[in-house]
């Protein structure tokens, strides 16, 4: 996704290379950071939503770094299908974060 930019759907700024972002149904993107102080301070299921979310977030992350180290091959191949596991997971718990927000 080089060039394209995005504005963060809660704080209006924008989104930089290297900030934590995520796609939020009906939303658009957000800052992981923006998203999780809203969740926190409505706090009770919004916040166990924003657990739950930050779990996969970062999995998904180091799936990705685990990704890159190993060789090309059935280790390789094996977490990345594990990988879209936990995105379609993220994906799926999205759609009720969105109602949180
Ligand atoms: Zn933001």
Do not use: D
């Not at 930089?16 to 409505?42: D, I, S, W, Y």
């Amino acid at each position: 996704m080089p060039g394209k930019k995005w504005t963060c759907a809660l704080c209006g700024g924008e989104v930089v290379e290297g900030q934590r972002f995520t796609f939020l149904p009906g939303m658009g993107a957000v800052h992981v950071e923006c998203l999780n102080e809203r969740l926190l301070r409505k706090g009770g299921e919004a916040a166990a939503l924003a657990a739950a979310n930050e779990v996969l977030l970062y999995a998904i992350i180091r799936l990705k770094e685990a990704e890159r180290a190993a060789e090309e091959g059935e280790v390789r191949s094996k977490i990345a299908e594990v990988r879209r596991e936990v995105e379609k997971a993220a994906g799926s718990l999205a759609q009720l974060l969105s109602k949180h927000v």
